[in-house]
Nanobody, 122 residues
């Protein structure tokens, strides 16, 4: 069984920074790919970034150069460093995991965290 617990969300001003963390527990098979998704009110849930077991990364175009995803396999965590935040980044951010299959497909992994709210004031 996989458990994902996010932390680090909060309220920041435009241009500010925030770092999200996700504590990961479960099999190596089920957590081969870790990802961050976000969902704003009345919008579809969208991929922010994903990272493979060995550190390969992929980012959504709208966060490239601003956000950095990283994983620490020894500590069983995945983080999302968010710089130069804008009001459009306001959303609930979710940690996600899945098998290696999910690296090459747009389908999210089957495991989700509860989400953490990120609010960037206007």
């Amino acid at each position: 069984q996989v458990r994902l617990v996010e932390s680090g969300g909060g309220l920041v001003q435009p241009g500010g920074t925030l770092k999200l963390s996700c504590a990961v527990s479960g099999s190596s098979f089920s957590t081969a790919v870790l990802a961050w998704y976000r969902q704003a009110p009345e919008q579809q849930r969208e991929l922010v970034a994903k990272i493979g077991r060995s550190g390969n990364t992929r980012y959504a175009d709208y966060v490239k150069g601003r956000f950095t995803i990283a994983r620490d396999n020894a500590k069983n965590t995945v983080s999302l460093q968010m710089d130069n935040l804008a009001p459009d980044d306001t959303a609930v951010y979710y940690c996600n995991s899945g098998a290696v299959t999910h690296w090459a497909t747009p389908t999210p992994g089957p495991y989700w965290g509860q989400g953490t709210q990120v609010t960037v004031s206007s």
